[in-house]
């Protein structure tokens, strides 16, 4: 059923009030963890099952995608073009994908939202509170699956998919003696905010130590009654 759009703070003073018929369901947690494969498997399920979904992530509009690419390729930007490079990203795909998605009944998978700014210029010392007012005009999702990870299990995967490059390990930051170093001290920091967050916007927490198909049917489990408006419909395991 329709509902009425919630907003972290004020919406774009331009944009008209409008019905949300579809859901928004954001994909949280750390580089690595793994959101990349869930969101794609969830993306096919829920597909499967009849819903029309769009997938959006974090640096993938066509206004700044080429514009991040390149200024994250010299590994010389500053802490304040770093936030706006992606807030302008962010602004770019909530106008012109997330909000008309919503508006015609998708329901919109978004690999990071807004929460991931939070983790990642807290960690960078900005203003708290102008972070937050930076982002104000996002909607509040409709459910936030936060995929939990510790430190040891990160290293491995970080390593067996391919390497730490210099922003995964925050090394702007200068966190570390090498690239390792680095990775350890950054993403562990991370996983504090993020832990942080899932208490304060109520999270549903998925455990990401998990092997990919436990992980991917507790998800489901997640997503069946949200979907469907209502939590005390029981559903069959697939």
């Not at 994909?27 to 494969?37: F, K, Q, W």
């Not at 929460?115 to 972070?131: H, L």
């Not at 409709?142 to 090394?171: F, V």
């Not at 049917?217 to 697939?238: A, C, H, L, N």
Request: hydrophobic fraction near 40%; charge should be neutral; include cysteine.
């Amino acid at each position: 059923m329709p509902n009425e759009p919630k907003y972290f703070g004020e919406s774009l003073p331009y944009l008209k009030p409008f019905q949300k018929k579809g859901r928004l369901i954001a994909i949280e947690g750390t580089d690595g963890c793994g959101r990349s494969t869930q969101i794609a498997l969830l993306k096919n399920w829920l597909e499967v099952q009849g819903y029309a979904v769009i997938e959006t992530g974090w640096a993938r509009s066509n206004l700044m995608h080429k514009s991040i690419e390149l200024a994250k390729s010299g590994n010389t930007m500053d802490r304040m073009t770093f936030t706006l490079l992606y807030a302008t990203d962010f602004a770019d795909r909530f106008e012109n994908l997330i909000i008309p998605a919503l508006k015609s009944g998708h329901i919109v998978l978004t690999d990071r939202y807004v929460f991931t700014a939070m983790a990642r210029d807290v960690v960078r010392q900005p203003d708290t509170k102008w972070i937050r007012n930076l982002f104000s005009f996002a909607l509040e999702p409709d459910l936030t699956l936060y995929m939990k990870i510790d430190i040891e299990t990160l290293i491995p995967r970080a390593i067996e998919g391919g390497g730490m490059n210099y922003w995964e390990a925050g090394m702007d930051l200068h966190m570390g003696q090498d690239l390792f170093d680095s990775f350890v001290n950054y993403q562990v920091t991370q996983i504090a905010e993020y832990n942080k967050l899932a208490k304060e916007f109520n999270f549903e927490t998925i455990d990401a130590r998990k092997k990919v198909e436990e992980i991917q049917e507790d998800m489901r489990e997640k997503v069946k009654p949200f979907i469907q408006g209502t939590k005390s419909k029981p559903w069959p395991r697939s």
